[in-house]
C-alpha cells in the first residue's frame, strides 16, 4: 500500500478530479479476458485507476475467456499489456498491489459448466475477500456469444450483493435484434443493471459539452434557431478496417459510427437542459432528440468507400483490396448527411454530419456556426476575412474548445480578421486527459448510468438507421467513390453547397 498520490493533485486546477467516491467491495467479471479490447483499453484502465487509488480497497478481477491459462500466466499477459498499452508510466508497487487481484477461468460458455466454475469462484472470493456479493459481468466478447452468457448468469444470479451487466458494442445489427437482445437481458437483469457502453460518452471532451453548455450562462440563450445557422459534426478516422473486415463488412460505417458514437454526439449538443444529472434525467432529454430527429431523404445522405491513395504520405489499398473484404463489397466506410431535429429550439437548422475511414486526418469535432453579424457597419473590404462566430469542440485529438471571432487587425485602418480564442485541456489543467474506459469502468462499480445508453435511446438511433440501409438497398453505388487519404466523396461537398455553406476547412 505505497503507491504515491496521483501527480494531478499537485495542480490547483484540477483539484477535486480525484475526489469520487470509491466503489463498493466487488468482482469484476471480464468474459473475453484474451480478446483485443482487455489487452488494450479495459486492462489499462484499471491499472490506471490502481494508480489513483480509485478501486476498491476489496476487489477482485476475473478474467474469463476459451483459451487455456491459470492465474499466473493471466497475471504475467496482463502486465505486458498493461506496459504496453496503458497511459501510465509502469509502476512496480502498483502493479505488486494489483496483480494478486488478478484471477483466470478457461472456460467455453457454450459448454453447460462454464457457469457453474464462474458462480464456483466468485463464490470463493466472496467468502475470502468479503466483496458482498457485488458483481459487475463486462461482455468483452462477440455480439454472438451475448445471449449464451447472459442466460447462464441469469440462470446463476442470487440475490446477495448488487449486480452490474456492461455490454460492449454493437448493441443490434439493426432494430429488431437490438430489440430481441434487450429482451433477453430484460429476463435475468433489470433496465437499471444494464450498462450499454458507448466508449465516446467517456471521453472528457464529450462531457465537457455538457459542461460548457450548461454551467455557463452566456451559450444557452443562443443555443437555438435564432442564433445558430447550423452544427457539423465530423469523426475523421484516418485508419482503414485493420484486421476487421468480418465486422466491418456487415457493419460499415452506418453501423460502426453513425448509429451510436455519431448519434451520441448530436443528442448532446442538441438536448434540452436536463432538470438534474441523474441519469434518467440526462437519458430522457437525449430520447427526445432522437425521437425529433427527422429520416433524412436519399437526396440528404452521402454514402461512400475508399478507393486507393495516400494516407499521411504513406501508399493506402482500396478497400476492396483489404483482407477479408469481398472484391465487389458494396459497404459503405464513409457517410455524411443533413439531419433536422424537428423541435422548437432546432426547426429549420441542419445538423451536417460525417464520418469515415481513411480520411485525411483523425479528427472529431462538433462545430456550432452561428448566423453572421446582422449589420456590420464596417466598408465591406475591411470585413473581407471575416467569417461567422464558430464554436469548436475539438473532442479528439487536441482536446479542446475554440471560438472564432473577428478582431480588428493591429494598424491605423479598420480591418476585421476572424481570430481563435483557445482553450487547451493539456495547457489549463496541466493533467493527462483520462481514457474513457477508466470513467466507464469506474461508473459501472459506483453504479451510475448517466454515461451509458439506454434502451429506447439504441432503438431511436437504429430506427433512423434502418430507414436509411432500407433506402440504399433500391440502388447500387459506384464504388470506390473517394481516394484514401481525402475527405470523402465530392458529392457530401455538393450536399452543402446546394445549401450554400462548406464543411470546415481544417
Ligand atoms: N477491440 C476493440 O478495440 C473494441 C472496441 C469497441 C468495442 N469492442 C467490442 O468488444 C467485444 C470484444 O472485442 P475484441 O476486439 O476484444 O474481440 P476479440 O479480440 O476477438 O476477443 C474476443 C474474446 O471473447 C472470447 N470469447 C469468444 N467467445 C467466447 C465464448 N463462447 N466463451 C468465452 N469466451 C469467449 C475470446 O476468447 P478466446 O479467444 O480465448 O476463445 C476472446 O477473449 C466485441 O463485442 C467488440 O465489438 C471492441
Redesign the pocket.
Known amino acids: 500500500m505505497t503507491a504515491t498520490a496521483p501527480k494531478q493533485q499537485e495542480n490547483p486546477l484540477a483539484e477535486g478530479l480525484a475526489l469520487r467516491r470509491t466503489p463498493d467491495p466487488c468482482a469484476l467479471v471480464i468474459?473475453?479476458?484474451?480478446?483485443?479490447?482487455?489487452h488494450?483499453?479495459l486492462m489499462p484502465a484499471l491499472y490506471a485507476l490502481a494508480v489513483r487509488r480509485l478501486l476498491p480497497q476489496r476487489f477482485a478481477i476475473v478474467g474469463?475467456?476459451?483459451?487455456e491459462g491459470d492465474d499466473e500466466s493471466f497475471r504475467q499477459d496482463m502486465e505486458a499489456a498493461v506496459k504496453q498499452h496503458a497511459r501510465d508510466e509502469f509502476r512496480q508497487d502498483t502493479w505488486d498491489e494489483l496483480a494478486p487481484q488478478l484471477h483466470y477461468l478457461s472456460?467455453?460458455?457454450?459448454d453447460t459448466s462454464g457457469e457453474d466454475k464462474v458462480h464456483d469462484l466468485l463464490e470463493k472470493l466472496d467468502e475470502d475477500e468479503e466483496l458482498g456479493g457485488n458483481r459487475v459481468f463486462y461482455l468483452?466478447?462477440?455480439?454472438p456469444?451475448f445471449p449464451?452468457i447472459v442466460e447462464a448468469l441469469g440462470k446463476r444470479r442470487d440475490d446477495r450483493g448488487w449486480t452490474r451487466l456492461v455490454v460492449?458494442?454493437?448493441f443490434g445489427h439493426d432494430l429488431a435484434s437490438a430489440q430481441q437482445l434487450t429482451a433477453t437481458l430484460l429476463e435475468y437483469f433489470k433496465e437499471e443493471e444494464i450498462f450499454r457502453i458507448d466508449?465516446y460518452l467517456g471521453k472528457e471532451t464529450v462531457q465537457n459539452m455538457l459542461a460548457l453548455r450548461f454551467a455557463n450562462g452566456i451559450f444557452e440563450p443562443i443555443w437555438n434557431r435564432q442564433f445558430v445557422d447550423h452544427v457539423q459534426i465530423t469523426v475523421a478516422e484516418s485508419i482503414g478496417i485493420e484486421a476487421r473486415a468480418g465486422y466491418y463488412e456487415h457493419a460499415g460505417a452506418i453501423r460502426d459510427i453513425f448509429q451510436n458514437h455519431l448519434l451520441q454526439l448530436l443528442a448532446l449538443t442538441a438536448m434540452e437542459p436536463p432538470i438534474d444529472f441523474t441519469s434518467d434525467s440526462v437519458h430522457n432529454e437525449k430520447v427526445k432528440v432522437l425521437r425529433a430527429l427527422h429520416t433524412p431523404g436519399p437526396k440528404s445522405v452521402v454514402r461512400g468507400q475508399y478507393g486507393r491513395g495516400f494516407v499521411e504520405g504513406e501508399e493506402a489499398v482500396a478497400y476492396r483490396e483489404e483482407a477479408g473484404v469481398a472484391a465487389d463489397s458494396v459497404t459503405d466506410t464513409y457517410v455524411a448527411a443533413k439531419l433536422y431535429v424537428d423541435n422548437w429550439r432546432w426547426a429549420d437548422t441542419p445538423f451536417y454530419v460525417r464520418m469515415g475511414k481513411r480520411l485525411a486526418r483523425h479528427e472529431t469535432t462538433i462545430a456550432i456556426q452561428f448566423k453572421a453579424a446582422p449589420h456590420p457597419p464596417f466598408e465591406e473590404a475591411a470585413s473581407e476575412g471575416l467569417r461567422p462566430n464558430v464554436l469548436v469542440v475539438h473532442v479528439q485529438p487536441d482536446e479542446g474548445v475554440s471560438l472564432a471571432i473577428g478582431a480588428k487587425v493591429p494598424g491605423q485602418g479598420m480591418t476585421i480578421r476572424t481570430v481563435h480564442m483557445d482553450f487547451l485541456y493539456g495547457g489549463a489543467f496541466r493533467t493527462g486527459m483520462p481514457e474513457a474506459y477508466e470513467r466507464l469502468i469506474l461508473d459501472t462499480m459506483l453504479g451510475d448510468s448517466t454515461l451509458f445508453t439506454r434502451a429506447d435511446e439504441v432503438e431511436e438511433q437504429w430506427l433512423l438507421v434502418d430507414s436509411i440501409v432500407a433506402a440504399w438497398q433500391r440502388d447500387k453505388p459506384a464504388f470506390p467513390n473517394y481516394p484514401a487519404g481525402s475527405w470523402g466523396p465530392p458529392s457530401a461537398d455538393e450536399l452543402l453547397h446546394r445549401d450554400g455553406r462548406s464543411w470546415r476547412r481544417h
Open positions: 468474459f473475453g479476458a484474451s480478446g483485443d479490447l482487455n488494450k483499453k474469463v475467456a476459451r483459451t472456460t467455453d460458455f457454450a468483452a466478447v462477440p455480439p456469444a449464451t460492449e458494442k454493437p466508449h
